[in-house]
């Protein structure tokens, strides 16, 4: 039998260059080329042409080095970067059927999309290796596959397939060691318990599949007795719809490496008898199930697993003691597992070379002692929603993510004992007791993306070092006593324009395990409170870039910096004691999808360019001292009232209150120098025009009398205004005698 991953190393453009190629094999791919569309020129090597003759030399095709037979073709590489198919088209011509000597067939990743599999597969009896996964098939597979009498390997994942799995041909297949039909539509009730009883539909005496993968469909039922296939070594159920409970017969399977049972509704009791023979087993994964994991406190597993997923099942009240003959996982999951103990002492010790450990979501108590322990990595780790206490240790800081959100932690303060440059990336210690000022020593901390302290009581002066953090994407210190005024080292935070549509993701690649080499990606999840609702954002995290300073007692204005944060989303000022202008450059934030400012002392108007920002979802600045009327825009009219309420010199739409003639010469839209120079000295509400108003009859008179004489900005926007005044009082309406304003 053909070796299928040397082969498939071996597979290049050109590999058999002086393999002379047979003209009707020739022939054949050309026909089967003909049904295709090559968007990217992937086949350009295959032609008819004298210089292209040799088949043997074309992408994706090997021939035998004796015979000159094709032995392969594998067109998967045609799925690009930019996640597009290179090939599409109908599915294969039947003169795929002329390769009798075709062994491997690998066209993963070509779109076929509305074809379903042809039956002329049936007749291609010396495929041994058949992967058409990711190719949008869509119907049932063909009666015909069970005269494949030598395939080893079948792929027919991230399809639209469908049908009754224990009805198909596949079992009739004995030489199959890896069957994947993930992410398709198959379906049944009581489906997988028919392979029990194998033997009343199959021809085989015995199976020697090795991989079995029927993840991500519909199938419903019991757990099926598997022990036929006693040579299984990867066996994945998850996301279906599966129920009852999982028999002890599962551990008799001894060669399993790979249990994957999770996201479906079984129930009920899994023992030390449900692991008795699994000796091999390396990634487990039982969660969101509503298993109940009861074993003895001195139990001694068989196995040494890469990854225990076991979140949402039942292991507590106590730690899972069976965890410290653990010595080699890299990913644990034990979240919302009912643990009410604390965390013992050797757990840390023990795991120092995790990627990877959840605890979320229990009721684990006490302190974390502080520490010498030296990660491996930089893992990732998430105690949020438990009942910890203290003082936060400072070796949990040296990962590449810290959740701590919901518990009871007091202290931050040994931050400023980190004397290297942090890895860490995301820092989550809202809804704690942290109190006293934050440590002004941020400077470490470099790599920070996201930086959540919300809801805890921490006081004094945001630190100066937070413009350290340069990379900060998410900032949020609502609800807490700070006071002063916002840093202006603020503005070394700027961000680059551009989507903000990605999600805040990290990465991190397995170097041991089952998962070994993979890369996995999550999502950061932040929660943002927004008028007294709060609200989780997670795989939608990338349009929320955010500070949130909200509910503090924050003073001075808003530093005119901040508005070179261009890639900002959010804005949460609310609440507290700020006052002065909204800076003029506030239109700069094209990317701003929400603006809080409301209950502060803000004063003046509303800048026209805030009516700019064609994003804006969300405003709010009412319970201010904002005068004037409001700019027309269609941003801006289009709210409702709520926005701009408790502004007693506010005026205009959305407002029912009438507004004063002649402000929309106070609102004029500002000039590219305006932006730039927030007190342009042309601006018609400067302070020396009033000044000169009220300097005493004749004094002031004469100071009135030259400012208009010799400001002609000045001059123009007072005779307007005495123009509409007079308008108004006749009841013209607005500027429509033109009396005063063209002299």
Known sequence: MLSLYLLRSSVAVGSTPNIACKDEEREALLKFKDNLHDDHG????????????????????????????????????????????????????????????????????????????????????????????????????????????????????????????????????????????????????????????????SKCTNYSLEILDLRWNSIMGLFPNLTFLSSLKELRLSSNQMNGSVPESVGKLSNLEILDLSNNSFEGVVSEIHFLKLSELKHLDLSLNQLILNVSSDWVPPFQLDDI??????????????????????????????????????????????????????????????????????PEIDLSSNQLEGPIPLFLFQVSALYLSGNKFSGLNCLCDERDESHLSFLDVSRNQLSGTIPNC?????????????????????????????????????????????????????KKTGSVAATISYSYTSSTGSNAGSTTIGNDQVEIVWKGTLSDFGSTLGLVRSIDLSCNELNGEIPREITQLVGLVSLNLSTNNMSGRIPRQIGNMKSLDTLDLSDNHFS?????????????????????????????????????????MGNPGLCGAPLDNKYFPGEESLISKPTDHEAGNEEDENEFTSQGFYASMGAGIVVGFWGFVGTLLFNKTWRLAYLKWLNDLVDWIYGKGEGTSGKFYHQ
């Open 42 to 201: 992937l086949l350009s090597s295959w032609g008819k042409e004298e210089e292209k003759r040799e088949c043997c030399r074309w992408f994706g095709i090997y021939c035998d080095n004796k015979s000159g037979h094709v032995i392969s073709l594998d067109l998967h590489s045609s799925y690009n970067s930019t996640n597009t198919w290179s090939l599409r088209g109908k599915i294969f011509s039947s003169s795929l059927t002329e390769l009798h000597y075709l062994s491997y067939l690998d066209l993963s990743r070509t779109d076929f999309s509305g074809n379903q599999i042809p039956s002329f597969f049936g007749e291609m009896t010396s495929l041994e290796y058949l992967d058409l996964g990711f190719t949008n098939l869509q119907g049932s597979i063909p009666e015909a596959f069970g005269n494949m009498t030598v395939l080893v390997h079948l792929d027919l994942s991230y399809n639209k397939l469908e049908g009754e799995i224990w009805k198909s041909p596949i079992w009739n297949i004995c030489t199959l060691r890896t069957l994947s039909l993930s992410s398709n539509n198959f379906r049944g009730v009581q489906v997988l318990s028919k392979l029990s009883d194998h033997k009343s539909f």
């Open 309 to 378: 997923l076991l979140s949402n099942c039942t292991l507590g009240p106590h730690f899972p003691e069976w965890l410290r003959t653990q010595q080699n996982y890299t990913w644990l999951d034990i979240s919302n597992t009912r643990i009410s103990e604390s965390i013992p002492s050797w757990f840390w010790n023990s795991s120092i070379g995790f990627q990877i450990a959840y605890l979320s979501g229990n009721q684990i108590s006490g302190t974390i002692p502080n520490s010498s322990l030296q990660w491996e990595n930089y």
């Open 442 to 494: 941020w400077s470490n901390f470099k790599n920070l993306i996201v930086l959540n302290l919300a809801n805890n009581k921490l006081s004094g002066k945001i630190p100066t070092s937070i413009g350290s953090l340069t990379q900060i994407e998410v900032f949020h210190l609502g609800n807490n006593n700070f006071n002063g005024e916002l840093p202006i080292t603020l503005k070394n935070c700027s």
């Open 604 to 644: 003046r108007h509303i800048p026209a360019s805030l009516g700019l920002i064609d994003r804006l979802g969300v405003l709010n600045l009412s319970n201010n001292n904002l005068s004037g009327k409001i700019p027309t825009s269609t941003q801006l009219q289009s709210r409702t009232a709520s926005s701009y």
